[in-house]
């Protein structure tokens, strides 16, 4: 019999099309699986899952969607959004290598959350990061969900754009038209 063990996890995309990245949502543990095991899973969703080990080869045993939260990850020429170029312009001016800004719709209800990152220096990918997981979104999504007024599933947008920073947009509703606005704008 082999060796089995339980967690949640978040759903990246894998090294290739034929397997999912489930990254720890606690540890930021990655586990690559076949994408196979678990053909329904989504880029960004959050699931509990049962891994059985064949020597070092793990493999889906068992799964439970906790969370439909989608996450796209885009590389893009298209003109960022003008509440990001204000956010990141708030933290050049502070000094500040990140910032953070509420978005609003016309009926000045909050629809989502951006986050600046500036580019950084030398060798180094944010953008790689996030959709690899090396750096991970969990504690950006988390922050949004253990808020008294927006509830998951989101739509999460990780945008390298023709700017010297990557943005990730969380929009709260994700079959709403924000969210569909970023995949006419953005495409995934």
């Not at 956010?87 to 990140?98: T, V």
Request: one cysteine or more; aromatic letters at 10%; glycine letters at 6%.
């Amino acid at each position: 019999m082999n060796a089995t063990t339980d967690g949640t996890f978040r759903v990246l995309p894998g090294r290739t099309d034929d397997e999912w990245l489930l990254l720890e949502v606690e540890s930021a543990d990655p586990t690559y699986v076949p994408a196979a095991d678990a053909p329904d899973l989504e880029v960004g969703n959050r699931v509990e899952v049962t891994l059985e080990w064949d020597d070092d080869d793990p493999t889906i045993a068992e799964w439970t969607l906790l969370e439909p939260t989608r996450f796209h990850f885009v590389r893009t020429e298209e003109p960022v959004f003008q509440a990001a170029q204000a956010c990141f312009e708030e933290a050049r001016k502070a000094g500040e290598p990140m910032n953070s800004r509420v978005t609003y719709n016309t009926d000045n209800q909050a629809n989502g959350v951006v986050y600046t990152f500036a580019a950084q220096s030398g060798q180094r990918d944010l953008f790689a990061e996030f959709r690899d997981g090396g750096k991970p979104l969990e504690p950006l999504v988390a922050r949004v969900a253990d808020s008294e007024s927006e509830i998951p599933p989101f739509s999460v947008w990780v945008l390298d754009v023709p700017e010297p920073f990557v943005l990730v947009y969380i929009v709260f509703d994700q079959d709403g038209l924000l969210a569909e606005t970023m995949d006419e704008t953005y495409g995934s």
